[in-house]
């Protein structure tokens, strides 16, 4: 079955770099997906990447993917004190096929 | 205009009774999702279904049964509930189909204590 670890907690200082990483078993994903969770509320999407893809940059947001290691990270320049979240990596093959969530990483900045 | 809203909130309840948690979406998706999750944050899908029809039924005790009445809306029924029970349940819906991202979009989440 599907498995997508995470370390559990990551704390950096603002105006650092942040990089929350992510290994998945299922070599047949086609959709991986970073999401945060601020507290006490749902999760919301940060960005996505296909599987045919290598690197997918939003503003701060750089996702890196290794495929042939099925590690996948999320980096976040220059983080911020509202960027204190929990960031979940999610993958999917798509379809009708659910998405399985990671463990999640508690991301701490300290001002 | 809240995209995926869910009712109650919180929910603090008695071990045996029975309650219902409501999810309505007016995203105009057509599959919705119910999620757990437990006190370590630990997120695991429980159903989904599309168009009213259901489409993943992870390892979920039958005391659980959700019911969708119509696309935009998918509400869950636990019966007998157990103190392990007590969690955040999250809705969350998105658009299946070739092409599309599949976004999931999530609700604010119920607070579900049992006593």
């Known amino acids: 079955g599907e498995d997508v670890e995470q370390s559990l907690f990551l704390s950096v200082r603002e105006g650092d770099s942040s990089v929350i990483n992510c290994t998945y078993t299922d070599s047949s994903s086609t959709y991986l997906y970073w999401y945060k969770q601020e507290p006490g509320a749902g999760l919301q999407l940060l960005t996505y990447i296909f599987s045919n893809m290598d690197m997918k940059q939003d503003q701060r947001l750089t996702v890196l993917l290794n495929k042939k290691d099925k590690h996948l990270s999320l980096r976040i320049a220059d983080t911020q004190t509202g960027d204190s979240a929990i960031y979940f990596c999610?993958?999917?093959?798509?379809?009708?096929?659910?998405?399985?969530f990671g463990t999640g990483t508690k991301l701490q900045v300290i001002p | 205009d809240t995209a995926v809203s869910q009712t109650p909130k919180y929910l603090v309840t008695q071990m045996g009774n029975d309650k219902s948690i409501k999810c309505e979406q007016n995203?105009?998706?057509?599959?919705m999702y119910w999620y757990k999750q437990d006190s370590k944050k630990f997120l695991k899908i429980m159903f989904s279904y599309n168009n009213k029809e259901l489409i993943i039924n992870e390892t979920v005790p039958n005391r659980f049964s959700p019911k969708s009445p119509d696309k935009a809306h998918l509400n869950l029924h636990i019966n007998s509930l157990e103190l392990g029970d007590s969690a955040v349940y999250f809705c969350?819906?998105?658009?299946?189909?070739?092409?599309?991202?599949?976004?999931?979009?999530f609700g604010p989440g119920t607070r579900l204590l049992v006593l």
């Open positions: 995203l105009g998706h057509d599959t």
């Open positions: 999610a993958e999917s093959t798509g379809g009708y096929q659910k998405v399985t």
């Open positions: 969350a819906s998105s658009q299946v189909g070739r092409g599309v991202i599949e976004t999931q979009y």
